[in-house]
């Protein structure tokens, strides 16, 4: 079993950076970030898989001003969000998995947080 916790979430002002965090009650070999809007399906964001270099794709909505990054020592997951949109407002949940996974493998994290969100207006 594997905690996940987020944290970092608030409301800034489209153009802003933020930074959310998520934490891991031990090693968790992939973590994604996902997001959702009430009433909308959940969706990828992110995920970074372990390994010397670390595998990270993206949604095509977010490359080149997302990024996802890790540090093991502190189990901790980061997603680096600038030039944020009004798009961007969501709940956004943290996942883990031992497993190598995907963007497209929302379904099979098996560790989730509760989320923290994030509210961009313009």
């Known amino acids: 079993q594997i905690e996940v916790w987020e944290s970092g979430g608030t409301s800034v002002q489209a153009g802003q950076s933020l930074t959310l965090s998520c934490r891991t009650s031990?090693?968790?070999?992939?973590v994604g970030w996902f997001r959702q809007v009430s009433g909308k399906e959940r969706e990828a964001v992110a995920v970074?898989?372990?390994?010397?270099?670390?595998?990270?794709v993206y949604a095509d909505s977010v490359r080149g001003r997302f990024t996802i990054s890790r540090d093991d020592n502190k189990n901790t997951i980061y997603l680096q969000m600038n030039s944020l949109k009004v798009d961007d407002s969501a709940m956004y949940y943290c996942?883990?998995?031992?497993?190598?996974?995907?963007?497209?493998?929302?379904?099979?994290?098996?560790?989730w947080g509760q989320g923290t969100q994030v509210t961009v207006s313009s």
């Open positions: 996942a883990g998995d031992p497993a190598f996974r995907l963007l497209t493998d929302r379904g099979r994290f098996t560790y």
């Open positions: 031990r090693y968790t070999y992939s």
């Open positions: 970074i898989n372990g390994g010397r270099p670390n595998n990270t």
